[in-house]
Each structure stands twice: as C-alpha cells, then as structure tokens.
C-alpha cells in the first residue's frame, strides 16, 4: 500500500542531430564523491562533489545506449515519505538502510519546499517527463581497487589514515568527530554512473493529514502544468479527461509546487519553468533537445565505505577504518543512535557487540531494559510488597515512533504512569524520601539484547 505507484506511456521519438557530447563532459562527474546528507539529488550538484581518485582513463568508462534510449511521461505518486525515499533511494541505487529521512531529507525538503531541518511526514506526486540518450557508468574494477593505474589522491589517503582506527566510547558524539569531518570534507558516496538526457520533472506535496487522494494530486499537477483552465490539455495520461467537479476540488487544495528541468536548450528550459509560457510543444521540444543539450538526468552511487573496504586488506589499519565509517553513517546517523539518558540510565546506546575485534568492529544500537533501574523509581502502595509501581527519571518504558515512515523501537523515562510491577524486588523493602515515598530495591536490569527489537546491529 505504501509503495510508489508509478503509471508509464512510452512514447516513440526520434533523436535529432548527430552531434556529439566530449567525452570529459559526459564523464567529469564519475568518480567523483557527495556527502548525500548534504544534496538534492533531483538537481544539479557538481559544486559539491569532490575529486578522491587522480584521474580515472578512458578504459573505465562504460556507454550503454541499448534499452536506454526512449522517452516517457508519466506519474509517480508518493503516499507518504517512506515511499519517496524508497523511489528515490532505488533509483539512485541506495541500500534499503540508506532509504532514509536522514540521506535523503534534503532532497525531499527542496521538493516540498520546506523550511524546516525536520522529517516532514507528507503524500504527493510528481509528474515526470524523461527523454534518456546513453546511461555512462564507471567500470566496477576501477572504482574497487581491482585496476592498480587507477589509485587514490594522496591527500585523501592522508586525511583517511588520520582517523582513528579505535572509537573508545562510540555512544558519544564527540568520539565520532573526526568522522563527521572526513564525511564533511570527502562525502559518503561516489557517483558510479548517469543517464544522460533531459527531463522535467513537476512535483506537488500536502502534509499527509490533508488526506488527499491519488487522483487528487493527478489533477493537481495537470493544473500546475499549464492553469486551472488547460489541465485538461495536457498531453499526458490522466490530464486528458479531467471532471468539471475534480476541477473545482484542486482549486481548494493546498498544496507546494516545484519544478526541476535537466538539460535542454537554455531557452525551452526557461520557458517551462513558468506557468504561463509552458505547452506541450515545448515539452516535445525538450524532449528532441536530449542528443544537443544533454545533462545528467539520474545518478547511482557506490559507498565510500565499500570502496575503501575493497583496496585495503582485511584487518588492515585503513580496512577498519572503513568498517567503522559505515557503522557511523549507517548505524549512529542514519538509524538514528544518539546517546540518550535519563536518571543516570543510557536509554540509548551505541556500543560494540560482544562478538567485536578490534581488527573487525562491530556495533550494535541498544535500549535499556525496560523496568526500574534506580531504587526511588520504585513505588509501592499500601502495606510493602501489595503493589509496586515503576515511575520516575530512571523507569524504563519502550515506544514505537515513525521515523521517515518506518516505524522504530526507543525507549524513554516514564515519569508520570504508574506501571505495575517493573523491576521491583522483594528484598530490603526501604522507606524513601517524602518526594518518593515508599519504594521497593531495583533488579538494575541493565541494557536488553538488541537483537530482541529493542534495537538494530549494524
């Protein structure tokens, strides 16, 4: 129910021109690194992308044109935001575990055009135009180290080796520090292929409370196309036979709108970002630029992780490295594995297993035991030992949230129900103080298994 549903109409096109892309236009962008954390991926991003390999030869580079060459309009609904980072992820060739709010939020914020750093739990649709050409990609080889012309910029080899190949105290933030620098400066990803061709993509959000159908954002992005009044001019699927009554239903939506164009010849291109000059010639048009005026139209990407983990033997300095590189992306930042504490108890926390090496490190994010785990957290009524009570800053109780449309075991302090029974003992009944009242010794159960989903091994 939740993933995207996406309705295609392939269109028979014929290319125009001969003329043809120089190879370093085409190619400057493989091999090279993005922190995806940090950029739309719906747009362009050259700026941000940083050179980790001293130039890459001709020989690594792959162009398949077969079953790449076509053009295609369709819609793409999203009903919530789990469904865009699943599209979006997929598409760029992301890990399930990378299909998250946390890589992908700056993307979807652009779209919807939010103002706020925060998961936006939002439905929409996007109408897509793609005309593709060639699909580039970097041989699998030159990017995993099996090709020894192809090596690492000695400034990145350096940077790297500065890391520290032991993380004393992973639940802390600062222990990470020199990684979230590497990351800032070097990214997490490389860019292992594109498309090229050119593509126009309208996108239309609401917060997912608006309850708006599938067909209502159909509409919706017929009408932002070209006007209320032309929505049904559109030569698209699902634009061609609009009611009077879905009509006059879209002009009472509230709803963002946004546009991203790739490719074409400058002035098609402007004259589709606004309203008032777009039309279906002009589509066709960008659709015939796709040989002449030809851009990066989609990216997939290769881990920063798995690359080094590749040219580096195992148990090696710069092997761990690796290891613990894609522990901190994937595991602290993407899952989402802050350090939390409450009444001197660690929530939550991110450790190693207790099957870690240091040549091999493995962490795992952990939940306090649910129960009392300090004495004046454990309240009893009535004579000792009838009915006991775990409440206050170090009771332990688990809930599941939603985080980028995936629910997520976390554990937080109960300080305000009484909850029966949890981590009392019947030994040594005391007295406490006159803000705690009576109160029963806890069992200090300690932090849970996190293989019990109470939490996530990476």
Same mark, same amino acid.
């Given at each position: 129910?939740? =993933? /995207?549903?996406?309705?295609?109409?392939?269109?028979?096109?014929?290319?125009? #021109?001969?003329?043809?892309?120089?190879? %370093?236009?085409?190619?400057?962008?493989?091999?090279?690194?993005?922190?995806?954390?940090?950029? !739309?991926?719906?747009?362009?991003?050259?700026?941000?992308?940083? @050179?980790?390999?001293?130039?890459?030869?001709?020989?690594?580079?792959?162009?398949?044109?077969?079953?790449?060459?076509?053009?295609?309009?369709?819609?793409?609904?999203?009903? !919530?935001?789990?469904?865009?980072?699943?599209?979006?992820?997929?598409? %760029?060739?992301?890990?399930?575990?990378?299909?998250?709010?946390?890589?992908?939020?700056?993307?979807? !914020?652009?779209?919807?055009?939010?103002?706020?750093?925060?998961?936006?739990?939002?439905? #929409?649709?996007?109408? !897509?135009?793609?005309?593709?050409?060639?699909?580039?990609?970097?041989?699998?080889? +030159?990017?995993? =180290?099996?090709?020894?012309?192809?090596?690492?910029?000695?400034?990145?080899?350096?940077?790297?080796?500065?890391?520290?190949?032991?993380?004393?105290? /992973?639940?802390?933030?600062?222990?990470?520090?020199?990684?979230?620098?590497?990351?800032?400066?070097?990214?997490?990803?490389?860019? %292992?292929?594109?498309?090229?061709?050119?593509?126009?993509?309208?996108?239309?959000? @609401? @917060?997912?409370?608006?309850?708006?159908?599938?067909?209502?954002?159909?509409?919706?992005?017929?009408?932002?196309?070209?006007?209320?009044?032309?929505? #049904?001019?559109?030569?698209?699927?699902?634009?061609?036979?609009?009611?009077?009554?879905?009509?006059?239903?879209?002009?009472?939506?509230?709803?963002?709108?946004?546009?991203?164009?790739?490719?074409?010849? /400058?002035?098609?291109?402007?004259?589709?970002?606004?309203?008032?000059?777009?039309?279906?010639?002009?589509?066709?048009?960008?659709?015939?630029?796709?040989?002449?005026?030809?851009?990066?139209?989609?990216?997939?990407?290769?881990?920063?992780?798995?690359?080094?983990?590749?040219?580096?033997?195992?148990?090696?300095?710069?092997?761990?490295?690796?290891?613990?590189?894609?522990?901190?992306?994937?595991?602290?930042?993407?899952?989402?594995?802050?350090?939390?504490?409450?009444?001197?108890?660690?929530?939550?926390?991110?450790?190693?297993?207790?099957? %870690?090496?240091?040549?091999?490190?493995?962490?795992? +994010?952990?939940? @306090?035991?649910? #129960?009392?785990?300090?004495?004046?957290?454990?309240?009893?009524?009535?004579?000792?030992?009838?009915?006991?009570?775990?409440?206050?800053?170090?009771?332990?109780?688990?809930?599941?949230?939603?985080?980028?449309?995936?629910?997520?075991?976390?554990?937080?302090?109960?300080?305000?129900?009484?909850?029966?029974?949890?981590?009392?003992?019947?030994?040594?009944?005391?007295?406490?103080?006159?803000?705690?009242?009576?109160?029963?010794?806890?069992?200090?159960? =300690?932090?849970?298994?996190?293989?019990?989903?109470?939490?996530?091994?990476?």
């Amino acid at each position: 129910m939740f =993933g /995207p549903l996406v309705l295609f109409i392939f269109l028979t096109v014929t290319f125009r #021109g001969s003329c043809e892309v120089p190879p %370093s236009a085409e190619t400057v962008e493989l091999g090279k690194a993005v922190n995806l954390r940090g950029v !739309n991926l719906l747009d362009d991003f050259q700026q941000r992308e940083r @050179a980790i390999f001293e130039s890459l030869p001709s020989k690594c580079f792959l162009s398949e044109t077969k079953n790449i060459q076509s053009s295609r309009k369709f819609f793409e609904y999203y009903a !919530n935001s789990k469904s865009f980072y699943k599209s979006l992820g997929t598409q %760029s060739g992301l890990s399930v575990s990378l299909q998250s709010s946390y890589t992908l939020s700056a993307t979807l !914020n652009v779209a919807t055009k939010s103002t706020s750093s925060k998961e936006s739990k939002v439905s #929409g649709m996007s109408l !897509n135009v793609l005309a593709s050409t060639k699909k580039i990609l970097v041989r699998k080889g +030159c990017l995993l =180290g099996d090709e020894s012309s192809v090596t690492l910029k000695e400034e990145f080899v350096r940077k790297l080796e500065q890391l520290p190949v032991t993380i004393k105290k /992973p639940w802390l933030e600062n222990a990470w520090q020199p990684y979230r620098t590497f990351i800032r400066n070097y990214g997490s990803h490389v860019v %292992s292929s594109v498309t090229r061709g050119t593509s126009f993509k309208l996108m239309t959000f @609401a @917060a997912s409370s608006k309850s708006y159908s599938e067909r209502d954002f159909q509409v919706k992005a017929c009408a932002a196309f070209a006007g209320p009044t032309a929505a #049904g001019k559109l030569d698209v699927a699902g634009c061609t036979e609009i009611t009077s009554e879905e009509k006059s239903r879209e002009s009472q939506m509230s709803t963002s709108i946004k546009v991203f164009i790739r490719g074409g010849d /400058p002035q098609t291109s402007n004259k589709l970002l606004h309203q008032n000059t777009r039309s279906n010639e002009l589509i066709s048009q960008l659709m015939n630029d796709a040989t002449d005026y030809a851009a990066s139209i989609e990216h997939t990407f290769t881990s920063m992780w798995d690359i080094l983990r590749s040219r580096y033997d195992i148990g090696s300095p710069n092997h761990v490295r690796a290891i613990n590189l894609e522990n901190y992306f994937i595991g602290y930042l993407s899952y989402g594995c802050r350090l939390v504490e409450s009444g001197g108890v660690k929530l939550q926390k991110f450790d190693r297993t207790e099957g %870690s090496t240091e040549n091999s490190p493995r962490f795992e +994010c952990s939940l @306090a035991k649910e #129960g009392c785990h300090g004495e004046d957290d454990c309240h009893y009524k009535g004579y000792p030992g009838i009915w006991c009570s775990c409440r206050g800053s170090s009771c332990v109780r688990y809930k599941s949230v939603e985080q980028g449309g995936v629910r997520k075991q976390t554990a937080y302090a109960n300080n305000k129900e009484d909850w029966a029974w949890q981590g009392c003992d019947w030994d040594a009944a005391v007295q406490g103080t006159p803000n705690h009242g009576a109160h029963l010794k806890a069992k200090d159960p =300690g932090q849970s298994d996190p293989t019990e989903m109470k939490g996530k091994k990476i």
